[in-house]
């Protein structure tokens, strides 16, 4: 049965909290001093969660953090080495995780192991960061991890033959379209393996917002994208709108006990629909592949 709540395209982060107590909740909000993340952060700390920042430049976070009492660590997602240390240094239970960070369509580049940047970052720093606080979120009796998609998903499946385009033509946003596909089928593989710790993952698209994530594209380019994917005129939306799905995938009652699920504007969303940018592609849900994604990244993360 598809997940429906009373909130919409247009609530904000407020609202979908409004009501909800974190007190003695303990969260990790990744990339939360940019964009979405301040407004995830924001919520959740108004509402009475000790939340921490990940950001890779703690000093430019610390305005931000004085400002809803908050802590930073330091995260570097595209650094393994950055992932455990944050991993080993985090002490006590975890009640809320949002894997928020993230790079969008950016020019070709390899990590330290060699993996493409964009899936090395969005999805391998996110799952060794997940798989590495494990104890800490079973510890917590009840936890939630909010894995940060889009409907860029839609522009490629996880290419499991090439993933990191050692043999194919290098192509920005099919690299990012696969990143964000293996944000979702994280949610989907995890759930199944971590919800009897109580532990449940769902992943969103959080919405067309002008924020620094886009600033490796220029407009006209991602005029063109829109056009193509017949999406023109989006409706953007500010950032507290766009970040009221992960707000409310992170806190709200109304999504105790779902998992492995993927939403946009507050609902879960329906499949995709050719022609438009709303839905979610069955690639994206796939047990099969998000089974075979969860051992691939196991087993590059522990080399």
Avoid at 14 to 28: H, Q, T
Avoid at 211 to 235: C, F, H, I, K, S
Avoid at 270 to 298: K, Q
Wanted: hydrophobic share 40%; with cysteine.
């Amino acid at each position: 049965m598809s997940i429906s709540t009373p909130f919409s395209k247009t609530s904000a982060a407020r609202e979908v909290i409004a009501g909800v107590d974190l007190s003695g909740k303990r969260a990790i909000v990744t990339g939360g001093a940019s964009g979405i993340g301040v407004e995830t952060a924001r919520a959740l700390a108004g509402a009475g969660a000790e939340v921490t920042l990940a950001v890779r430049d703690t000093a430019a976070a610390e305005a931000f953090a004085a400002e809803i009492q908050a802590r930073t660590m330091p995260l570097d997602l595209a650094d393994q080495a950055s992932v455990r240390k944050f991993g080993e240094a985090w002490e006590g239970p975890l009640h809320i995780l949002v894997n928020n960070a993230g790079v969008m369509a950016r020019p070709l580049g390899r990590s330290v192991e060699g993996w493409e940047l964009q899936f090395a970052t969005n999805h391998y720093g996110h799952f060794a960061l997940a798989t590495g606080l494990l104890p800490a979120l079973r510890a917590a009796g009840g936890a939630r991890v909010v894995s940060v998609s889009s409907s860029g998903h839609q522009f490629s499946p996880v290419v499991f033959d090439d993933i990191h385009f050692e043999r194919r033509e290098y192509e920005a946003w099919s690299a990012y379209g696969q990143s964000k596909t293996a944000n979702i089928l994280f949610a989907v593989e995890a759930t199944r393996r971590w919800s009897g710790d109580g532990v449940f993952v769902n992943a969103l698209h959080p919405g067309s917002i002008r924020t620094n994530l886009q600033r490796y594209v220029d407009q006209a380019e991602l005029q063109r994208l829109r056009e193509a994917t017949g999406n023109p005129n989006p409706e953007f939306k500010t950032t507290e709108q766009g970040a009221a799905t992960s707000v409310l995938l992170a806190a709200s009652p109304l999504l105790d006990g779902v998992g492995g699920r993927y939403f946009e504007d507050c609902n879960e969303a329906g499949p995709h629909l050719p022609g438009t940018r709303t839905g979610v592609e069955a690639y994206a849900l796939d047990p099969d592949a998000a089974a075979r994604l969860w051992d691939i990244s196991v087993k590059e993360v522990q080399r």
